[in-house]
């Protein structure tokens, strides 16, 4: 099983490295917010100064990476936060990778939404206040699940560790 999660932090890392980021290069702004799903939260205005501060051909590129890149990427991250998780926990609490998996999921729901909100900027300029806050509000759900995904990973490091520190002491009495 280690060797499952050390090869799966490796992938993690290697697509981080040299997919997302060289992926992400066409839309890539020097100032300013690259992604809408990298905010806790989002308003209209920042959707639209998100938009307004890109060309066409930025944004069809933006509109591609959420497609492919993107929705890769919360798989990839998934089934490493999962198997971490797996992992600490010996496969025992199977239930404490459910954060993970709906954190993945309400990304590609973000993802959707935000194609969504591309498409009608490009055809018409205007931006849905309706959809804004469906993708604003799915974005701070995966926020969340995030956050619980590390909040237990941390917990299964600190019960790994205290279990070894335990052994270790009763091993040398």
């Known amino acids: 099983m280690l060797s499952f999660v050390i090869g799966s932090t490796l992938v993690f890392f290697l697509y981080l490295i040299f997919a997302l980021v060289p992926a992400s290069s066409c839309f890539r702004l020097d100032i300013g917010t690259n992604s809408l799903g990298l905010s806790f939260s989002y308003t209209k205005d920042m959707v639209q100064s998100f ?8 944004l069809l590129c933006y509109s591609q990476f959420l497609q492919m890149w993107d929705a890769i990427f919360a798989l990839v991250s998934t089934l490493m936060f999962g ?3 797996l992992y600490l926990f010996k496969n025992k609490r199977l239930f404490l990778i459910a954060p993970t998996i709906l954190g993945m999921i309400a990304d590609w ?3 959707y939404i935000e194609l969504l909100m591309i498409e009608t900027y490009l055809n018409s300029t205007k931006i849905s ?3 804004v806050s469906l993708g604003s509000g799915i974005n701070s759900f995966k926020f969340v699940m995030i956050s619980l ?3 237990i990973i941390l917990i299964g490091i600190i019960i790994t560790l205290k279990n070894l520190l335990q052994k270790n002491k009763k091993n040398s009495i």
């Open 51 to 58: 938009f307004e501060s890109r060309t066409q051909d930025q």
């Open 83 to 85: 198997s971490w998780i």
């Open 109 to 111: 729901s973000e993802n």
């Open 129 to 131: 206040e309706t959809l």
């Open 149 to 151: 995904t590390y909040l």
